[in-house]
């Protein structure tokens, strides 16, 4: 059986440090536009959450600013919600630093 994601998107938040169960994880969340338009001729875009732990989480947290653009390889996988039901998230395995959002006032 094989459970692999492969994503790249722009970050979106710059991560935050979760505690539970006494171990530590970052969640981020990347914008990953789609490759084609809808009906009103627009690209749309997905916010999907990853999941961080151990080195992978404190590198992204230390190198990776919002608006940078990176590429997540990973597994998806299901956990159960407070009220029973099943969410959904990737867990990166490993993160690609792609480019760096320019600082303002530089052109394109």
Not at 33 to 40: M, P
Not at 48 to 72: Q, R, S
Not at 79 to 108: C, H, M, R, W, Y
């Amino acid at each position: 059986m094989l459970n692999q994601a492969v994503l790249v998107g722009r970050l979106v938040n710059e991560g935050e440090k979760v505690e539970r169960d006494g171990k530590s994880y970052t969640k981020i969340t990347i914008a990953s536009q789609r490759s084609y338009k809808n009906e009103e001729g627009i690209y749309e875009t997905d916010f999907i959450d990853i999941i961080l732990w151990g080195p992978i989480a404190d590198n992204t947290l230390e190198y990776c600013k919002k608006g940078d653009i990176i590429g997540i390889k990973g597994r998806i996988q299901t956990e159960e919600n407070a009220i029973g039901e099943n969410d959904i998230q990737v867990v990166a395995e490993k993160v690609t630093f792609l480019a760096s959002k320019k600082p303002e006032g530089e052109d394109e």
